[in-house]
T-cell receptor, first 113, second 114 residues
């Protein structure tokens, strides 16, 4: 098992462009989480899935953000019409149901110019 | 609503010295507490967790933490640090045993000087 994989690791884009990040969780984990970490801050919860169902979304997830996990395996996080305030590290994590430990990926760093 | 305060944004210590990283939380319900470490260009790694039972929790790399309900604290300690402990440390709280939604503190950067 290679752990939680995130791609791309770095993305530089211009304001107004759309970006998409992908997360491949640990294969036997049915829960998948997205967090955002801005410079000098701790991670902030964005959303989480159990299998393909999106069970909770943070108020931080504006209508420009959408996350999917169509087959209950990998997940994508899309940001439309990016703004400079979207610049952050986007972290993905996964776990098994009932487990109390999240395994995090290395993150995808977004820079919006 | 839950919140976590890490009282020190940076902690410099000399190698082989003891260290304590402070964490206070607020929650109106049962809490489950975690410490994560983030090395440069790596994902967060779990150091230790408190779910129930003994208030003194031992984790990896020689770290331990003590849950103090009356002081709403969960400070992280190590009796003797190494250069390799240089990293960012995050305290986190959840009100769900499945840890579906962690609330993190702002982090403490631990710098070990030779």
């Amino acid at each position: 098992d290679t752990g939680v994989s995130q791609n791309p690791r770095h993305k530089i884009t211009k304001r107004g462009q759309n970006v998409t990040f992908r997360c491949d969780p640990i294969s036997e984990h049915n829960r998948l989480y997205w967090y955002r970490q801005t410079l000098g801050q701790g991670p902030e919860f964005l959303t989480y899935f159990q299998n393909e169902a999106q069970l909770e979304k943070s108020r931080l997830l504006s209508d420009r953000f959408s996350a999917e996990r169509p087959k209950g395996s990998f997940s994508t996080l899309e940001i439309q019409r990016t703004e400079q305030g979207d610049s952050a590290m986007y972290l993905c994590a996964s776990s098994s149901s009932g487990a109390n430990v999240l395994t995090f990926g290395a993150g995808s760093r977004l820079t919006v110019l | 609503a839950q919140s976590v305060t890490q009282l020190d944004s940076q902690v410099p210590v000399f190698e082989e010295a003891p260290v304590e990283l402070r964490c206070n939380y607020s929650s109106s319900v049962s809490v489950y507490l975690f410490w994560y470490v983030q090395y440069p260009n790596q994902g967060l790694q779990l150091l230790l967790k408190y779910l129930s039972g003994s208030t003194l929790v031992k984790g990896i790399n020689g770290f331990e933490a003590e849950f103090n309900k009356s002081q709403t604290s969960f400070h992280l300690r190590k009796p003797s640090v190494h250069i390799s402990d240089t990293a960012e440390y995050f305290c986190a709280v959840s009100d769900q045993v499945g840890a579906q939604k962690l609330v993190f503190g702002q982090g403490t950067r631990l710098t070990i000087n030779p």
